[in-house]
Every structure is written in structure tokens, then in C-alpha cells.
């Protein structure tokens, strides 16, 4: 049986995975139905996928934050304790991660074999130039984009999409969070 791959993935309304300026975490949007849903999303039995950048950025904010800051909401705590796989041709081990693993090589065959092995699901929050290949090679099962009501025009950081292949989306599941935050479930296909 194949693992199924979920890209999990926040937004800002015009594409971008973040933003600089005086922009906080989650755009400053986030209230109590978002930190719930966060929470029980990464309660299940999963397992982490994710590049070198993404991980040096999650490494490199865990280290600088305090255990009041919003990076470390719960959510987040969760999903730094479940297992990790890290796909880089550039880090070097050990990985500060409770249960990492890191995997050299070409993250299409690491990914694949990772979804014909594994017991449990395989979910990737952000790693984006990760996930844009794996879905151009038919390894993404759903890209569940958390929409934050915002446009962040002038201090957009990390276009989600830039580069990526042409794909058809099939909704699978939307929800409404907090009054205006929308979560949206696809199946992509190649077009």
C-alpha cells in the first residue's frame, strides 16, 4: 500500500509563503479555530517531509524563540516531535530533531520510495522548491493551502507556485477558520 503525500502549505491571498516588513507569524491573523485545526492536523500518525531550507529555517527559529513566542504554539511542538525525514544533498548530521532522519539524494526517489515504505501518511508543512518537483513528478496526493485574508504586494516573501508545472485542482474540502482564514484541500493533477 502507498503512503499518501500531503503539501501543506500557508498563503497570503496573492501566492506568497510568507512576508517581510512589519509583518508577523501568520500574517497576524491567527486566532482560536486555526491553532485547534493546526493541532489536530498534526496529531495524527505521520510522518515529516522536508528540504534543507525549510528545516534550516524551522532550526533556526525554534533556536531563537522562548517557549511564550508564537512559534512555538502547539501545533508546532507536535510537529517538531513527530518523525522527519530531511531530503538535502548539502546538510550534514546530526539533525536537531527528536526522531530526524536526513536522506541525501534526489528528493522525486527519496519521496517515492519514502511513500511505497512507510506505515503512516507523509505530510510536508512549507519546503516549497521540494514540493513544486514533487508534484511535476505525480508524487503530491492533496495541497492543502491554509489562505490568510491578506495581500502582501510589497513584502511577499517565497511565491508558493513560482516555477511550478500546470495543474488542474480538484476540491476536495474547504473550511472557513477564525471568520476569513480559508482552508482548502486539492487533488492536483498535471494538466
Do not use: C
Not at 509563503?17 to 496529531?43: H, N, V
Not at 522548491?129 to 495581500?151: E, H, K, W, Y
Request: no cysteine; charged share 25%.
Amino acid at each position: 500500500m502507498t503512503a499518501t503525500y500531503t503539501f501543506d502549505v500557508f498563503s497570503s491571498l496573492d501566492g506568497y509563503g510568507a512576508a517581510g516588513g512589519d509583518w508577523t507569524g501568520y500574517w497576524g491573523k491567527q486566532g482560536p479555530e486555526l491553532l485547534e485545526r493546526r493541532l489536530a492536523l498534526y496529531d495524527a500518525e505521520q510522518r515529516m517531509v522536508f528540504g534543507a531550507n525549510t528545516y534550516r529555517a524551522f532550526e533556526r527559529m525554534l533556536a531563537e524563540s522562548t517557549e511564550e513566542s508564537d512559534v512555538r504554539d502547539p501545533w508546532v511542538t507536535r510537529m517538531r516531535n513527530l518523525p522527519a525525514t530531511v531530503v538535502s544533498t548539502t546538510l550534514e548530521g546530526p539533525l536537531d530533531w527528536p526522531d530526524g532522519t536526513l536522506v541525501s539524494g534526489d528528493a522525486v526517489d527519496v519521496v517515492a520510495r519514502l511513500k511505497e515504505e512507510s506505515a503512516v501518511p507523509l505530510r510536508s508543512h512549507g519546503s516549497l522548491s521540494l514540493n513544486r518537483a514533487l508534484m511535476g513528478a505525480g508524487l503530491v496526493d492533496s495541497v492543502q493551502v491554509t489562505l490568510f485574508p491578506v495581500i502582501t504586494g510589497r513584502n511577499g516573501v517565497d511565491p508558493v507556485f513560482r516555477g511550478a508545472a500546470d495543474f488542474d485542482l480538484e476540491l476536495m474540502e474547504t473550511r472557513t477558520l477564525d471568520g476569513d482564514i480559508q482552508e482548502l484541500i486539492y487533488r492536483p493533477t498535471l494538466h
